[in-house]
């Protein structure tokens, strides 16, 4: 089955820098990645996701990339804040409208410091 | 608001004693499913469910039972729950079409 590496499972930054993490993938079949933000006491909320057709993908201070053929893809927070404090968790599946089971890295602890 | 909601949000029960937590969706999703999540692990499959009357194991199944009697419920039942039950659980949901999946805000299960 799929089996997803997440590193490092800390991370502090000074507020306003940038933060990245990285994860490895070790099924070719996983077709879509997406990332998830869980803060204190809630469930995880999705942030950002990049299907396996697509090399990069961003969203205003969030972009993940995708290597296939490395299989890993990483999440690229730039320009920090406070807010950004929570733990993260990427995830892989292969979806293919049946059971589509998330496998998940074990997380990351962000801490931004003001 | 579109949401997945969880009851109850924490319980503490003794060993042995039947509970079931619920789990709702009003996004009319054809895909719901269980996550345990323990320190160091991540989020692990428990079962899920590709549609009414549609369910299945996932990576994690044993101790668990699973019903999918209407589209938007998908209960969560420990028969006999253990110590090692203990844990945080998420469910989460689809569309069939789709591929995002939103979850839940979780239930911190503690068996004594």
């Known amino acids: 089955g799929e089996n997803v590496e997440q590193h490092p499972s800390t991370l502090s930054v000074q507020e306003g820098d940038s933060a990245v993490i990285k994860c490895t993938y070790s099924?070719?079949?996983?077709?879509?990645f997406p990332w998830y933000k869980q803060e204190l006491g809630k469930g995880p909320q999705l942030i950002i996701d990049?299907?396996?057709?697509?090399g990069e993908k961003k969203d205003q201070r969030i972009a993940v990339t995708l290597n296939k053929t490395a299989k890993h893809f990483s999440l690229h927070i730039t320009e920090t804040q406070p807010e950004d404090s929570a733990v993260y968790f990427c995830?892989?599946?292969?979806?293919?409208?049946?059971?589509?089971?998330?496998?998940f890295g074990t997380g990351t602890r962000l801490t931004i410091i003001p | 608001e579109a949401q997945v909601t969880q009851n109850p949000r924490y319980l503490i029960t003794v060993t042995g004693k039947k509970l079931t937590v619920t789990c709702s969706q009003n996004?009319?999703?054809?895909?719901m499913s269980w996550y345990r999540q323990d320190p160091g692990l991540g989020l692990r499959q428990i079962y899920y469910s590709m549609n009414v009357e549609v369910t299945d194991k996932g990576d994690v199944p044993e101790g668990y039972k699973v019903s999918r009697k209407e589209k938007r419920n998908f209960p969560l039942i420990l028969e006999s729950p253990s110590p090692n039950q203990t844990s945080l659980y998420f469910c989460a949901s689809k569309s069939g079409d789709l591929y995002e999946q939103y979850f839940g805000p979780g239930t911190r299960l503690t068996v004594t």
């Open positions: 996004m009319n999703h054809e895909y």
């Open positions: 099924d070719s079949a996983s077709n879509y």
């Open positions: 995830a892989a599946s292969m979806v293919n409208f049946g059971n589509e089971k998330l496998t």
């Open positions: 990049i299907r396996s057709n697509v």
